[in-house]
């Protein structure tokens, strides 16, 4: 079935940690996109992927990386959690449509990150 | 520069009644706009997109230019409609386009 899988779903853990949170999805989407969302704020993008290879930062100051290897996989890591990490991270994917034209991005279910 | 604004964070309301959920948008070119909705203990979803002209679990958005706004409405509240709400607006940031979120507005429908 087509869908978007994070894991884990819960995370924590102390500061200093390194950690990838993993984002998988078989929808067949070229294109992800991991947000940051405290609860009931708005989505802040922080990365995001056209297809393999291909990686760029969002409007939202990271000091998290991600890769693009396979298409259907895009983990983000943290090199040194801290806490002012503590957030939701939202894996998200869409079809490659042309410039301009605004596609459905479909979301998983999220990581919740708690850094002590 | 490109921005959504949704004015409550919180929105109240009795079942049956009207609802209405307020999103203004700044942007200069023409634009296209979501509305996405987050029920409790489930995934961000697309509601509605402006450029599809449909009504999805009888609520409607019309896009008004004059005022850059993207309202969305229902005329009877159901107590299911309790959820989060953003409004996105899909427009150039940098060299490239990307979704554009509001702060979302929680409704809450009272019995």
């Known amino acids: 079935e087509a869908d978007i899988y994070q894991t884990p779903r819960y995370l924590v853990i102390g500061t200093g940690k390194k950690i990838t949170l993993e984002c998988s999805q078989t929808m067949g989407h070229d294109k992800m996109y991991w947000y940051q969302q405290d609860p009931g704020m708005e989505l802040h993008l922080i990365h995001y992927s056209y297809g393999v290879n291909s990686t760029e930062k969002g409007d939202l100051s990271s000091e998290s990386t991600v890769s693009r290897i396979r298409t259907e996989h895009f983990p983000l890591t943290l090199e040194s959690a801290r806490p002012s990490h503590t957030s939701q991270y939202l894996c998200a994917s869409s079809e490659q449509k042309r410039q301009g034209a605004g596609e459905t991005q479909y979301f998983g279910p999220g990581t919740r990150l708690l850094v002590l | ?111």
């Open chain 2, 1 to 111: 520069a490109q921005r959504v604004t949704q004015p409550e964070k919180l929105l109240s309301v009795f079942k049956g009644a009207p609802v209405e959920l307020k999103c203004n948008y700044s942007y200069s070119g023409s634009p296209e706009l979501f509305w996405y909705v987050q029920y409790s203990r489930q995934r961000l979803q697309l509601l509605l997109r402006h450029i599809s002209r449909e009504s999805i679990k009888g609520f409607t958005a019309d896009l008004n230019k004059g005022e850059t706004s993207f309202h969305l409405k229902k005329p009877f509240a159901q107590e299911e409609d309790s959820a989060m709400y953003y409004c996105a607006l899909y427009a150039p940031m940098d060299s490239n386009y990307q979704l554009i979120w509001g702060a979302g507005t929680k409704l809450i429908i009272k019995p």
